[in-house]
């Protein structure tokens, strides 16, 4: 069996590392720390599970998500993040991902998330029942940041990391001025009128 842990922090992958080296023997436990780090390990190897973060520097895990699911359909791969579960699980199992975790959870709960995708199922949190629960199944209300098209989520995610237009444009392979329309877009659609508010928003969604 073969893993392939990617994050930017050390910490993690060695925890992870010792929790995979002790539930599957024997077992072969790749790292990566970015996004362009874990292309060259997917180029080389096969995986039965990827594990994930969704914040590195230099990375669009997005993006990679994509890369991902029309190159390696079949992949699994486990979201380990700190992120909010009610904004981004439902957008990364859209991409492809077999499950979303957060990087607090009990042991236990991370080892039963791990198991049930290398079993071929879907791993959805207690947490993130809980608030499909709470909508009546809709995660759409009450949350601005699900009038975003993928694409657009995508831009917010980079403007957030402090990207600018040009920076975005040569990333997505876009004209300077499809990035602005976008960015005019998506400020309307969350009634923000400048990066700050848009900043000001995304900390009350823990974005």
Not at 33 to 41: H, P, Q, R, W
């Amino acid at each position: 069996m073969r893993f392939l842990l990617i994050d930017d922090h050390v910490v993690v992958r060695s925890g992870l590392k010792l929790i995979l080296s002790d539930l599957y023997k024997p077992c072969t436990i790749d790292e990566a720390e970015d996004g362009e780090s874990a292309l060259i390990k997917l180029k080389l190897h096969f995986y039965d599970l990827i594990i994930l973060d969704i914040k590195m520097p230099n990375t669009n895990t997005f993006t990679l998500m994509e890369y991902i699911r029309n190159n390696y359909p079949n992949l699994k791969v486990l979201v380990f993040s700190m992120n909010s579960e009610s904004i981004y699980a439902k957008r990364f199992l859209n991409a492809g991902a077999r499950g979303f975790i957060n990087k607090v959870a009990p042991l236990d709960e991370i080892v039963k998330a791990i198991n049930i995708i290398l079993n071929g199922k879907r791993y959805i949190s207690e947490t993130l029942l809980e608030v499909l629960a709470e909508l009546g199944g809709d995660m759409k209300k009450d949350n601005s940041f699900d009038a975003l098209s993928p694409r657009e989520f995508e831009i917010v995610s980079m403007l957030l990391a402090g990207d600018g237009i040009s920076q975005i444009a040569q990333r997505l392979n876009l004209q300077v001025s499809t990035v602005g329309t976008h960015k005019a877009r998506i400020f309307e659609k969350l009634k923000v009128s400048n990066l700050l508010e848009l900043k000001e928003l995304a900390n009350s969604f823990n974005i």
